[in-house]
């Protein structure tokens, strides 16, 4: 049986989830799993390699290493001998050239490159959506450009061949209610409460929308932090007669019973590497709304995505508003997310896989 050693050095629950999925759906293999938990993140993306060093887990014998994009793979080859040589597979989830930049964190090229050594050392580069793909190549494009001299001439060419786009998948138990209400009409806003995914446009939106007339009401979801953005604050203070269901759901059921009572899925956010969260909405039977940007028209078609007005808050809030008042009219059909359940993307994983640990041996 071969052996697979897969590391998830920021395991939040989009990770363990794709974890979880990789071991259930490829019990011919033999894996093992090594994570860290998801705090501190500057000291994980970067620090990890000393936290599993002593690890005997990494002293066995592997036939492919599968690690996300948080695992500074160069490193832990470079301090793990009998790892240098075993093939492995770096997957990101996200790459650390396209975050939006936040007051709260210094500026720091350390992430940046962690990404870039570990694709060096990696033999394969899977991409979540092809977004991810090209803005990490055109972050790394950027970097090079900052540098003074003795540059690789030919390491962009080099990383692209290896490369591939692969989504991450949801869940084939995923369905909408077989009777869902209509009214009042209920928005879903599902998301971690950060600054990333946009809540003062969804503010912006909310005010627009209470003056406007439309009954409806707002189910507010996802895991919270210590440091909230203020505009979580005031959508609670001030739209508390909109809200149903408010933060971190505390089991997978309630979250996907939250998704399926809900009308439209919306998204505000400024930083989104596939959308998974919209698509498991709309597996659950939720129409999208999502902002024309990011990884979001690969999965939508246009009728789906309002208009990105990344300078303008108050014009890109108009244009979800108008979405939102024109889906209460007339409901459009709901998109089809099939393709990115197991049963249609395993034979790709399973490719993946196999390549990866033929083509060294």
């Known amino acids: 049986m071969r052996r697979i050693l897969l590391l998830s050095a920021y395991h939040t629950n989009s990770h363990k989830a794709w ?63 009998q790892l240098a040589a075993t093939p492995s597979v770096l997957y990101f989830h996200e790459n650390q050239f396209e975050f939006p930049a936040s007051q709260q964190q210094h500026a720091s090229v ?67 209610v077989a009777s869902k209400k209509t009214q009042p009409y209920t928005l879903v806003w599902a998301a971690r409460w950060e600054y990333d995914k946009g809540p003062e446009r969804l503010l912006a939106a909310l005010e627009l929308l209470e003056a406007s007339g439309l009954d409806y009401r707002l189910n507010l979801i996802g895991p919270q932090f210590r440091q909230l953005p203020v505009a979580f604050e005031h959508i609670q203070q001030h739209f508390q007669h909109r809200l149903l269901a408010v933060g971190y759901q505390n089991s997978r059921a309630e979250y996907l019973a939250v998704l399926q009572s809900s009308d439209v899925f919306i998204s505000t956010a400024i930083h989104e590497f596939q959308g998974l969260s919209a698509l498991e909405a ?19 078609a246009p009728e789906y995505c309002y208009d990105s007005s990344i300078d303008s808050i108050a014009q890109e ?45």
Not at 339 to 347: D, E, F, K
Request: proline share 8%.
């Open 110 to 176: 350390d992430p940046q490159m962690v990404n870039l050594y570990s694709a060096m050392a990696a033999n394969t580069l899977a991409f979540n959506s092809q977004w991810n793909h090209d803005s990490f190549f055109a972050g790394v494009e950027r970097l090079f450009n900052k540098l003074p001299d003795q540059m690789p001439q030919h390491l962009l060419a080099t990383l692209a061949a290896k490369s591939t786009v692969l989504p991450v998948a949801i869940a084939d138990d995923l369905q909408p």
């Open 282 to 300: 709309v597996a659950c039977g939720c129409i999208p709304l999502v902002p024309a940007r990011l990884s979001y028209p690969e999965l939508f």
């Open 19 to 81: 974890c979880d999925g990789l071991i259930s759906q490829f019990s011919e293999y033999h894996w093992t799993l090594l994570s860290l938990p998801d705090r501190y993140f500057r000291w994980r993306i970067r620090g990890n390699p000393l936290s599993w060093y002593e690890s005997p887990l990494l002293a066995q014998h592997y036939d492919l290493i599968v690690a996300t994009s948080m695992v500074d793979l160069a490193t832990l080859k470079g301090l793990q001998p």
């Open 317 to 361: 809030a108009k244009a979800l508003v108008a979405k939102i008042i024109a889906f209460s009219q007339a409901r459009p059909p709901l998109p089809k997310v099939h393709g990115w359940q197991w049963p249609q993307l395993r034979l790709r994983y399973q490719a993946l896989l196999d390549q990866a640990i033929h083509k060294a041996s």
